[in-house]
């Protein structure tokens, strides 16, 4: 089936080549997503799954990268429980706010997930024009970023909002984690090799806290299906990854961001693959000083003999930019793969 990275890497297999993945790189910064975003609202681009397959391929097609993942949003999820959800050039908009007195509105599980079934069926679709030998990832929204993004509407800022309602966030997961858990389900039926939690506002939380209120749904679901998973936040160090739930291969794995030094991450985390991070903001940079930079970063990788390497799953810190050069991406991947790594 081809040089299958994306597996090796899931499964810890020793290679000298990295596979590359990108969070959000089919995104504003494309050509292609531009133009389709210029024919289709973002709604019918994640909801109707034929155009949500071609969105994900897409950047496959162009910069070779070794995975897809769905085209999604990590809002719908709230959507689903009754929340109401739309998009202007602003962002996302969620139609009234979560509560002691709104929590009640909130949907049954069972009846939310079945409006997430597109999820699967967008899946399938890309699954059905992925090369064999790529990857293929799912994802949803992390439990505490979800319950963020219900009461404050957003999760940027100092989010007071949501620390000061804490106590509403385990009634919240009540019906949470049970949709979670289907709609996880639902990806990997449609043919996901994994599914990540993308959990941007936890790593906001101070370590005690994190541990207190984010690792006990992550390993009520990573248990829901072990090894399958892959988490990931932005801001966290050491001791938020503490917990045996990142060390006990109940995760499939983790992805870092640019604080992390990716050689010692890997010889940190040996459960599952580590995902990361170069710094996306660095691809704004003038050419001579990109190659610089990137070139600093790989040195102490390509010092590691494969075996060190092994589950390593490049790319950046966070997700693609938005106006971030194409050019900069296409270098990006042929200098890990033919410079430093063939």
Known sequence: MGDERFRNALERRAQPVPPIWMMRQAGRYHRHYREMRRRHTFMDLCKEPSLAARVALSPVEDFDFDAAILFSDLLFPLEALGMGLSYDDAGPRIAWRLDDETLGR????????????????????????????????????????????????????????????????????????????????????????????????AGDLPPAVFRRLVEPSLQTLAGRHPGRLGYYTRGANAPHFSGPVFHSGALAGIGLDARWEMSEALGTFRGGFVQGNFDQTLFFLPEGEFRRVLQEYLEPLARLDAAARAGWICGLGHGVLPGTPEERVREFVSTVRRVLFA
């Open 106 to 201: 909130l949907d049954e599980p069972e009846r939310a997930a079945s409006h997430l079934i597109f999820q699967r069926d967008a899946l399938r679709e890309t699954r059905g024009l992925l090369p064999s030998d790529k990857g293929l990832i799912g994802f949803v929204g992390g439990p505490w970023t979800l319950f963020v993004y219900a009461v404050e509407g957003t999760h940027r800022g100092p989010l007071v909002a949501s620390r000061r309602e804490s106590a509403l966030y385990g009634r919240f997961l009540e019906r949470l984690v049970p949709l979670l858990d289907r709609t996880i389900g639902f990806q990997i039926e449609g043919g996901a090799d994994v599914v990540m939690i993308f959990d941007t506002a």
